[in-house]
């Protein structure tokens, strides 16, 4: 959950006394090692589950603190955004039933979570990242108010130096800035940790970096950004810019990200971790510490290590070292898995995590020593590669050719990720039952992401707009989830379950056109008149080198102008953009409402409304836009109200 009581890093003094803190800490931890101190002999595992929270309409909704006070269960804890939850898993022994016995928590919380989400008027979705979030849901008024969350995200600003950009380029592409790290709350994932012993650790570890890419692609459950379709895993790229206080640099400087795959294997210890990070990210929050480490180990307790703890949470590396103390109170050490994304369902969902720890213990016992079958550089080019490919990707594995990681997967890792769960003694039922997820998926090619890439482009062919189609997505996602049936039985969604007016065309945001046709003051109006055949439009937008609206031409302008230069006596040249555009349009934002959109054009007199974000043009709405939707609902109506045809009796039917 992470340390709540933090600050910001203010001045020198209280950034030097933090730092005295965390050397101290890591001390002790060296110290804890080298004595043999942690827990060994045992392996757990655990898991944290994020979910989305959505209103009737589909759309995020900032219900957390209220369903956190009537869920009232210390398993459930808040999230960066309000539109986000998380609940903790109770770890377990490795061994036996613990995959069925941790499904049926996740199946058991997520049942008291919907019946209490219900209660305040919401739902919960289980995906990497919700198709019907809008940047515009990812304002401050939607942070959740946490010390900890306002001064990570003044950190992070203040380091960045100014506005967060982020731009991943897929099918699509996204290139847009933000103000705040409330980039990250786009994200939900499903987290599992493994408990591992000292001795082991470097050489798990670095099993849980060579298989990552692999897991990734047949888990892969976030394709859609704001409607785009960027990667298979956005949520990597996403993740990593929305933490990013790298700044350009004057010169080829290396600088390392904050949310990072690793940059070489760990050759003897999560020492070599904690070192580097402390080593190559600058401290940004503090705390207040009450305990000195090596007192509480001469006095025999393992100590909270509070301040490394809290550097490390601002650390995000896709697997993660965490330090821990078990319930019998010794200390122990985890791999935590980052990359998996939430959903599709409870059962996709530990069909993911028993692929991945039949992999930690199966490639272990098939390698002594991993470096000297993997390079590194090919385990993160893997990496990268299986974010942007899912099940397309191809793979570099034990340093020979590339090989279609379907392949790879069918004829080689499940068999081994499947030799790991026997060795470990798990249940031989549990073993078959999501393994065989994992193939049924390879065989249909049908990941969560690609579920809703495929019922995106079939809607595509239907027409409506995108917002149509997210909600769409959202709604089948929601019904299908209820089943608990795994994504590669899932029919894929219709536009037919987007809902109709309520859920796609409340705000402009949801249906404004965003690919612009625009010109410059100073271009020749003769450039508007063909722009306007061109693309069959009657407004042109003008702006500046920086994307600011400083006027619109309108086709009755240009008829206008067209009218007078042709006029018998005239010998008018055509002018510019700027003399006959109209300055200071009225405007509007991509949050206004329909209704007052509608109410607007009709007391002016005016058919077309500019979108305006953070004073940069964004979009645009027209009467056009209007009768599309009256005509929609129209639609709709008729066909509500059409009566159903009557049967004939039966001797007339001959």
């Known amino acids: 959950m992470g340390t709540q009581d933090v600050k910001k890093k203010t001045d020198g003094e209280d950034l030097h006394q933090f730092l005295k803190y965390l050397l101290s800490d890591l001390g002790a931890f060296e110290k804890m090692i080298k004595e043999g101190l942690f827990e060994e002999g045992i392996r757990r595992i655990g898991a944290e589950q994020e979910l989305f929270i959505v209103d009737e309409d589909l759309r995020p909704a900032p219900l957390a603190l209220e369903i956190l006070k009537k869920i009232n269960d210390e398993h459930f804890t808040p ?22 016995d941790l499904e049926k928590q996740i199946d058991r919380l997520l049942t008291k979570v919907r019946k209490t989400a219900a209660k305040c008027g919401g739902k919960v979705i289980m995906v990497g990242i919700l198709p019907t979030l809008h940047k515009s849901h990812l304002g401050m008024e939607n942070m959740t108010p946490n010390p900890r969350y306002y001064a990570l995200n003044d950190a992070l600003t203040q380091l960045r130096g100014g506005p967060y950009q982020f731009s991943i380029k897929g099918v699509d592409e996204v290139n847009v800035f933000h103000e705040s790290v409330m980039v990250e709350a786009c994200n939900t994932s499903f987290q599992i940790h493994f408990q591992v012993g000292v001795d082991e650790f470097a050489k798990l570890y670095n099993v849980a970096q060579t298989v990552a890419a692999p897991v990734m692609s047949i888990a892969a459950n976030s394709p859609l950004l704001f409607g785009r379709r960027l990667w298979r895993e956005t949520r990597i790229a996403l993740f990593q810019q929305s933490i990013d206080t790298r700044q350009v640099s004057p010169h080829l400087r290396e600088q390392s990200p904050r ?101 930690m213990a199966g490639l272990s016992n098939e390698v002594k020593h991993v470096p000297d079958h993997f390079r590194f550089e090919d385990i993160k080019t893997n990496f990268f590669a299986s974010a942007q490919h899912g099940l397309n990707a191809q793979l570099t594995w034990m340093g020979k050719k590339t090989i279609p990681v379907r392949r ?54 239907l027409g409506g707009t995108t917002s149509e189609k997210m909600s769409a997505l959202t709604a089948a996602m929601e019904s299908r989830q209820l089943t608990g049936d795994p994504v590669h039985t899932w029919r894929l969604a219709t536009i037919e379950e987007s809902g109709g ?131 929609s609902l129209m639609e709709q109506q008729l066909k509500k109200n059409r009566p159903a045809a009557t049967a004939k009796p039966p001797e007339a039917a001959s």
């Open 79 to 100: 999230e960066l955004a309000l539109f986000n939850l998380e609940y903790n898993l109770k770890p377990l022994e490795f061994g036996g039933a613990c995959l069925s």
């Open 259 to 359: 949310v990072r795959f690793g940059s070489q294997w760990i050759k003897e210890s999560p020492l070599e971790i904690f070192r580097e990070d402390i080593s190559r990210n600058r401290t940004i929050l503090s705390t207040e510490i009450d305990e000195d480490p090596f007192e509480a180990l001469a006095a025999g307790r393992a100590p909270s290590l509070k301040a490394l703890r809290l550097h490390n949470s601002t650390i995000y590396r896709w697997n993660r070292v965490c330090y821990g103390i078990s319930d019998n109170g010794k200390p122990h050490l985890r791999i935590e898995n980052r990359i998996l994304p939430a959903g599709p369902t409870p059962r996709d969902e530990m069909a993911n995590a028993a692929f991945w720890f039949g992999l």
């Open 408 to 461: 790879l997967i069918t004829s080689h890792l499940l068999p081994l990720a499947e030799q790991g769960l026997k060795e470990a003694k798990l249940n031989s039922d549990d073993i078959e039952v999501y393994l065989d997820v994992i193939r049924q998926r390879v065989r249909t090619s049908q990941t969560g992401s690609q579920w809703l890439l495929s019922s995106f482009d079939k809607m595509k062919e």
């Open 501 to 631: 007016w309520a859920h796609n065309y409340m705000r402009i945001e949801q249906y404004m056109s965003t690919n612009l046709v625009t010109v410059q003051e100073h271009e020749p109006i003769e450039l508007v008149a063909n722009l306007m055949d061109w693309n069959k439009i009657r407004h042109i937008l003008v702006e500046d080198d920086k994307n600011r609206l400083t006027g619109v031409i309108s086709h009755r302008a240009l008829i206008r102008l067209l009218g007078r230069c042709f006029q018998p006596d005239s010998n008018q040249d055509m002018p510019p953009v700027s003399d006959i555009m109209r300055r200071n349009p009225l405007t509007i934002t991509p949050e206004t409402s329909t209704l007052d959109a509608i109410q607007m054009m009709r007391e002016n007199g005016i058919s077309c409304l500019p979108v305006i974000k953070d004073d940069r043009l964004v979009g645009v709405v027209t009467d056009s836009d209007f009768m599309t939707i009256a005509a």
